[in-house]
């Protein structure tokens, strides 16, 4: 996995703030120096969680959790087939819990990783719980295998 | 806003005690849809760059997937955008026009998780709503 700094990726993320109509802004970690920037999230993705309390839920703490205290921060999500996300960010980190379907905090699986994923404007789109890469780093599965394309935290 | 503003708006605006529907919506931010089918926590599993399918922690049953690259999908599938303009469309019809693309001999794409994905697509009765994407 190659590492390079936020000012080498070629990418243009905006200034410290956002703020957008009918999207929430929420503090997360600026891959260029380590501190606060402010990225978004559109207030219709609350509702789309009614009838799941672990989903609220996870968004509610998981997702501001994971951007303000990241384990790293991935550039490039997807390229290729006419796409062009090669300044999609992903921040993964491991939470202090997850939720269970009824909405419980209950401990994390150590084989489990958190990711939020934004896109180049810095707008987080989705987010979720998946399985560790076997090599023992922490990252998601194939993190190492072209499916980001840079680390920059 | 800090997290804990943050998290206070979230629950606010979610409907925790709402009885449960499966869904599936298209956003435009991600370029992406979202497809719920049961209410179960679960945990992601990403099939190729396109497809990542969600598995109950209960279960581990595949409850719903995450479809990425719609506009480029509709590009690629023209006809496509004939269904759309008649109303929502069918999750199905956008995943096989996806595994349509392949030359299975060549085995790009994992068919098994997107003939079970299709499957609950069609058991669900799946449909999202496109119509910006043409109009």
């Not at chain 2, 480029?72 to 999750?91: A, F, K, N, T, Y």
Request: with cysteine; hydrophobic share 40%; aromatic share 10%.
């Amino acid at each position: 996995m190659e590492e390079m700094s936020a000012e080498k990726t070629g990418c243009q993320w905006g200034g410290k703030d956002k703020a957008r109509r009918f999207y929430a802004p929420v503090d997360a970690i600026d891959p260029h120096d380590g501190k606060l920037w402010t990225v978004l999230v559109a207030e219709s993705k609350f509702k789309q969680q009614a009838g799941r309390p672990w989903a609220a839920r996870t968004l509610a703490y998981n997702v501001p959790e994971v951007l303000r205290s990241p384990s790293a921060i991935f550039v490039g999500v997807r390229e290729g087939e006419e796409l062009d996300e090669r300044c999609w960010l992903a921040y993964v980190g491991n939470p202090g819990h997850r939720y269970a379907s009824n909405g419980d905090a209950i401990p994390c699986p150590q084989d489990r990783v958190f990711i939020v994923y934004l896109t180049a404007d810095r707008t987080v789109y989705s987010w979720r719980w998946e399985k560790v890469d076997a090599d023992g780093s922490g990252f998601p599965i194939g993190y190492d295998d072209g499916r980001y394309r840079a680390k920059v935290l | 806003m800090n997290a804990e503003e943050f998290a206070q708006l979230v629950l606010a605006q979610s409907d925790l005690e709402k009885d449960f529907a499966p869904f599936s919506v298209y956003d435009h931010d991600g370029d992406c849809i979202e497809f719920i089918a049961k209410p179960d926590a679960y945990f992601a599993e990403r099939v190729d760059g396109i497809v990542t399918v969600y598995y109950s922690e209960e279960s581990n049953e595949m409850i719903g997937a995450q479809i990425k690259g719609i506009k480029s999908l509709m590009r690629q599938s023209p006809g496509l955008s004939i269904e759309v303009h008649d109303g929502p469309v069918r999750l199905h019809f956008l995943l096989r026009a996806r595994i349509w693309r392949e030359d299975p001999k060549l085995a790009k794409i994992s068919v098994i998780k997107y003939k079970k994905l299709i499957s609950l697509a069609e058991a669900s009765d799946a449909k999202v709503d496109l119509h910006s994407l043409v109009a």
